[in-house]
């Protein structure tokens, strides 16, 4: 599976930029993704914050996760902007029939998928070896789009997961 991403990442966005990532509950297909792409650039052409065009960037990545990035050394987002860009979300999760908010479930990548987990039975997983400390993790826990770039898709161990939970035997 190729994981690499960083190039489809708008490098005129500071490494600054304000990220938030969604999970799909599932794959979606790839006419499903064509239609979440033009929703996303129809989201981000058309994004304001008080009226002010925002710098936006959104995307569907591995067919799985919807990042959106804001510049906010353009345009400050507020809590109207922010509330516009969840909305899209809500929609994508309406239409498409998918959960986009549930964050219990965490995404790992194992034998060349993306493989969803309920955090409750993560430490079964690495008890019987269905995943390791340097199994990859989607750390949706990023903010910024530096840390996206540097720590958004981490070994197990080298993550708040991995901080935890039991990652040895």
Known sequence: MNLSYADLIP?????HSKVWIYQSNRMFSIAEAL????????????????????K????????QFIIIMADEEQTGV???????????IKNIETNFNVSMFERTNLAFVVKDKIELLPISQVQYALDKGFVTANTLFFDHSVQTKGELLDRWIIPIGSSWLGKRI????
């Open 35 to 54: 239609n979440i792409e033009t929703i996303l650039t129809d989201f981000t052409n058309n994004w304001k914050s008080h009226g002010i065009p925002v």
């Open 78 to 88: 507020s809590g109207c902007s922010t509330d516009s860009s969840v909305r899209t």
């Open 11 to 15: 490098s005129e966005f500071s490494h």
């Open 56 to 63: 936006g960037f959104a995307t569907l990545f591995f067919g």
């Open 166 to 169: 039991k990652t040895e035997i």
